[in-house]
């Protein structure tokens, strides 16, 4: 956190709240100075006298920062719990319990 120029004690007093806030703006600066690394990678592998053909066509091809998001469920088993949710909505109403 020195970083932010924080002090441990300060960080035991923020909030949640604030806490969150600023790892997340933590994180975004982590990922800004490590696109500027990519961009001097990428720019000292091109302009050395490397095979074209083995190099990357893209800045995010050399270097991935996002990771694709997969879907870890597949449809049917989406398809199995709406199905099991219906029934237990069904049996939770059907019982007299409310709420």
Not at 5 to 16: A, I, N, R
Not at 30 to 59: C, F, N, Q
Not at 86 to 95: I, P, V
């Amino acid at each position: 956190m020195n970083r932010f120029g924080l002090s441990y004690d300060y960080v035991l007093c923020m909030s949640w709240r604030e806490y969150v806030l600023r790892s997340r703006d933590y994180e975004k600066s982590e990922k800004e100075d490590w696109i500027k690394v990519r961009e001097m990678a990428y720019a000292s592998m091109i302009g050395s006298h490397l095979d074209p053909k083995k190099i990357p066509k893209t800045k995010e091809q050399f270097m991935p920062f996002d990771k694709p998001k997969r879907n870890k469920a597949n449809a049917s088993a989406l398809e199995r719990l709406r199905q099991l949710q219906l029934e237990y909505q069904k049996q939770k109403n059907g019982s007299g319990i409310k709420g």
